[in-house]
């Protein structure tokens, strides 16, 4: 691992909550990328996209970049083993930022895909 470090109080979720809740909503947007063509994760998946659709419209509202970062992060399996250092790097923001980016990510996604199903309890 780079010898660069996140801060210790951002990584026990000491600001953003509980961030291993919304380590599982990432891996859930992730398998969704992986397994599209499967018709068990359908609703995953055009969750995936309305979540990108939703943030392609923020950023024409708000002159951001959003839409292209969530990509990157999300809906390219290449990416999906990078490190958050490696992602600061990629995308030129700030971990701070990116963690708090994550977060808001992961809300819309939960938000627009609606809770996993009961038989959905394994996250992989």
């Not at 309305?50 to 923020?58: E, G, I, M, R, S």
């Not at 999906?80 to 809300?107: G, M, N, P, Q």
Request: hydrophobic residues 30%; proline residues 3%; contains cysteine.
């Amino acid at each position: 691992m780079d010898k660069k470090k996140i801060n210790p109080k951002y990584r026990k979720g000491k600001i953003f909550g509980n961030e291993t809740y919304f380590v599982d909503v990432e891996k859930r947007m992730r398998r969704a990328a992986i397994h599209k063509n499967e018709p068990r994760y359908e609703n995953d998946y055009n969750a995936l996209f309305k979540t990108h659709d939703f943030w392609k419209t923020y950023d024409a509202m708000n002159c951001t970049t959003m839409a292209e970062n969530f990509r990157r992060m999300y809906m390219m399996p290449a990416n999906f083993a990078k490190t958050v250092y490696a992602y600061t790097v990629d995308l030129s923001i700030s971990e701070t930022t990116l963690l708090r980016h994550r977060r808001w990510y992961a809300k819309t996604y939960e938000h627009l895909a609606g809770k996993p199903d009961a038989n959905d309890s394994e996250i992989k």
